[in-house]
């Protein structure tokens, strides 16, 4: 049975680089939003689900995180891709002829000094990095050109003009691979590799909930590496709270840190346990 990951944007967007990472023997399926590639993990349409969850600059995808507490998608593994933006034109346009550059609103934005030191330019927002690309080949346009990622160029048959024009070098996206709880090899501990968990959970609004919650992991030397607050739906300011830290579901003391959070929590949900990913 042939293999799929799903991913928000079209074909060349950073999302299906970080699917070639995660799950590089499977095709790659573009769709138009985050909740379409959700539901087509949900409902079998593909066999994985790849998503985008923070940013090193512009932080948390949040429209993700409630998608994560909507879905029974566990996290199966996580990937670093460095965010590195190229203009990128149609294969015999110069860069005296460009008068219009397109590309999805975060991307311009964090290519600002390019603009700064370009301004005959004209920023124009389009809704996917690598969908700028392929408008700019199929409508055949001379006077513009996008910001995109290498692969994009690659695809639809473009030309780089200048690579990495983003203002910072630091820039990189955090993805999950997501599958279904059942799917085949998810769970596996493998003893070498250090892992990660991810848990959800909510307190009573009373002084002193939240620092009894984290004290599950505190008490224990587990060592959080992200803490993201989100609105609970329905109850105006109550929030759910997002726990990564360092850790394996089967190891013992892992085990009492949650069991210790059940006891202080009035919700609480593991996430997924996944390899931890270093920044390369």
């Known amino acids: 049975m042939k293999r799929t990951v799903g991913f928000q944007g079209e074909l060349g967007a950073f999302s299906q680089v970080a ?3 995660l799950a590089p023997e499977h095709t790659p399926i573009p769709f138009g939003s985050f909740d379409q590639v959700f539901e087509a993990a949900a409902n079998g349409k593909v066999s994985a689900a790849v998503i985008p969850i923070e940013n090193t600059l512009h932080g948390s995808v949040h429209e993700n995180y409630d998608h ?7 996290i199966q593994g996580e990937t670093f891709v460095r965010i590195v933006h190229n203009l990128i034109v149609p294969p015999k346009v110069k860069r005296s002829q460009i008068r219009r550059v397109y590309s999805h609103p975060v991307a311009l934005n964090q290519c600002r000094h390019f603009f700064e030191n370009n301004p005959e330019f004209e920023k124009t927002p389009f809704y996917d990095t690598a969908g700028s690309v392929k408008m700019l080949m199929e409508q055949d346009l001379k006077d513009a050109g996008a910001i995109a990622s290498a692969t994009a160029a690659a695809i639809y048959g473009a030309r780089i003009l200048e690579k990495s024009i983003e203002d910072d070098r630091q820039n990189y996206t955090r993805f ?3 599958n279904k709880p059942s799917a085949k090899g998810s769970g596996k501990r493998i003893p070498e590799i250090r892992y990660k968990t991810s848990v959800v959970f909510t307190t009573r609004n009373i002084p002193g909930a939240l620092f009894r919650a984290l004290s599950a992991f505190a008490l224990r030397d ?4 992200k803490i993201e607050s989100r609105p609970l739906r329905g109850t105006p300011w109550d929030y759910l709270f997002y726990v990564d830290f360092i850790g394996h579901t089967d190891d013992q003391v892992t085990g009492y840190a949650l069991g210790h959070l059940a006891e202080v929590a009035d919700m609480w949900r593991v ?9 390369s």
């Open 19 to 21: 699917a070639s990472q």
């Open 68 to 74: 994560l507490l909507k879905y029974n998608l566990p």
């Open 176 to 178: 999950f691979l997501l």
């Open 222 to 225: 587990l060592n959080l590496t």
């Open 271 to 279: 996430l997924g346990c996944y390899p931890a990913a270093g920044i």
